[in-house]
């Protein structure tokens, strides 16, 4: 087995909370330094599909999650060590604040010794700016925090506030204005989607300025970083046409999973169910999660695709839908202003938007070909007279999900890491029968 070890900048982007600004900043700081003519990698720990889509734009690499339960910590230890091979710099977002979640972004950073760099909303503060930093840093003595990030602040005066209260250990790498620039729009599911800012560039290309005349150019300290090449997966899927859904109504996809399926031999065909007349031909289809309550007017309307997805189902074929996926799956999706469209009607009943969260956490569909690991993250529901043939297993947060099946179509609000279960994955697709286990029997992986 090869071992790969390399050397190169390297910190973990985190912040005391969200909406400390984060998101933002490390994809500014991407930009800059690739501006800068370096080849610069970014990581996103934890399930989210939008931060990334921004972050790929940003580096111009793509982007990948790392987190020790659901990816694994192998595969986090291999994707840093691989990508430190040619990258001048690594930056690996964090999710929430940094010591929250289990496993936290600090616990991600600690598995990979990589050290914390925090992004703190400094309006409204002065010294106590200091005394956040301090406390970040010294609630882990195994969590190295060499400098901090003050965001938003008033004044260059402020910022120089904000340095002197900084105590002996932690630097200040820079002091980021309150700019325009440094906002990206949002939504109810998070940032509005990279494709759907079409000056996405220019904002970046700003956002990198403003940090440059903070004078944030300098590279976080280097760290080495090494693992095994992991084996190739089996070619469970050799000869399988799968057509993915991917639009703005369907776009909540990891890279790792289409890697996967194509690692294990799958032909991988694309295509849009807002706009596209006709399916490719293939053997199997997934419709990942997305955005189809923005577009249920554009999806009902496109006769001819939905024709052709209810004739790929009635013929028993492999369809995979995930949560936005699963909704379009439904007779009716309802908006919140009280539209209805009438869509696929493969699963019986109606999918409503809601006024909040229904439901949030990591989760796991447990079976005797393998656990898949994932999350669950709407804002809809799901009315249906359908019973599941399983429920994922709740790891953190909200209820386990239903699992519904029929006729070839495995159907759930559940997002999986198909990389934590190829054998699943590839019984799926092939539209072979999975076996659910119970809660007291062990899965194999």
């Not at 990948?64 to 990508?83: F, I, N, S």
């Not at 010591?99 to 503060?125: E, N, T």
Request: include cysteine; hydrophobic fraction near 45%; charge should be negative.
């Amino acid at each position: 087995m090869k071992t790969i070890t390399a050397t190169t900048a390297a910190a973990m982007i985190t912040a005391p909370g969200s909406g400390q600004g984060k998101s933002m900043v490390t994809a500014a700081l991407a930009r800059l330094h690739r501006n800068a003519g370096l080849k610069v990698r970014v990581f996103k720990h934890g399930p989210d599909y939008l931060d990334p889509m921004v972050l790929e734009v940003a580096s111009g690499q793509p982007v990948y999650q790392l987190h020790p339960w659901m990816t694994g910590e192998h595969e986090c230890r291999w994707r840093l060590a691989e990508a430190a091979q040619d990258a001048d710099l690594i930056l690996v977002e964090g999710s929430m604040g940094l010591f929250d979640g289990d496993p936290s972004s600090a616990d991600l950073a600690k598995l990979m010794g990589i050290p914390a760099l925090p992004v703190i909303d400094a309006r409204g503060m002065a010294q106590t700016f200091g005394a956040v930093a301090l406390g970040l840093a010294s609630f882990d003595p195994d969590m190295p925090i060499y400098q901090v990030i003050a965001n938003r602040i008033g004044s260059a005066r402020h910022g120089e506030m904000l340095r002197d209260s900084l105590p002996p250990g932690i630097g200040l790498l820079g002091a980021i204005p309150r700019n325009e620039a440094m906002n990206i729009p949002d939504r109810h599911l998070g940032l509005v989607q990279a494709g759907e800012l079409g000056d996405l560039d220019t904002r970046l290309d700003q956002a990198a300025a403003v940090l440059a005349e903070a004078g944030m150019e300098i590279l976080p300290k280097a760290v080495t970083l090494s693992a095994d090449a992991p084996e190739p997966p089996p070619p469970l899927l050799s000869g399988v046409r799968i057509a993915i859904a991917r639009d703005a109504a369907f776009s909540f996809i990891y890279r790792a999973n289409v890697d996967l399926l194509g690692g294990m031999g799958a032909e991988l065909l694309f295509f849009s169910p807002l706009t596209d007349k006709a399916l490719p031909e293939a053997d199997a289809l997934w419709l990942p999660g997305g955005y189809p309550e923005l577009h249920g007017a554009t999806l009902a309307a496109n006769t001819p695709m939905l024709e052709a997805i209810k004739a790929h189902h009635q013929a028993g074929k492999p369809m995979l839908a995930e949560c936005g996926g699963l909704m379009a799956c439904a007779e009716e999706l309802a908006e919140r202003d009280g539209n209805i469209h009438a869509l696929l009607g493969l699963v019986p009943g109606r999918a409503s938007m809601a006024d909040r969260l229904q439901a949030l956490g990591l989760q796991s569909l447990n079976t005797q070909e393998g656990r898949l690991r994932g999350h669950t993250y709407h804002h809809s529901r799901l009315e249906t007279s359908w019973q599941p043939i399983a429920r994922t297993r709740k790891i953190a947060g909200t209820e386990a999900e239903p699992v519904f099946c029929h006729n070839g179509l495995v159907a759930s609000y559940f997002h999986g890491y198909f990389p934590s279960a190829p054998a699943l994955v590839a019984t799926i697709f092939r539209g072979q029968p999975f076996h659910p286990l119970t809660e007291k029997e062990p899965s194999h992986a």
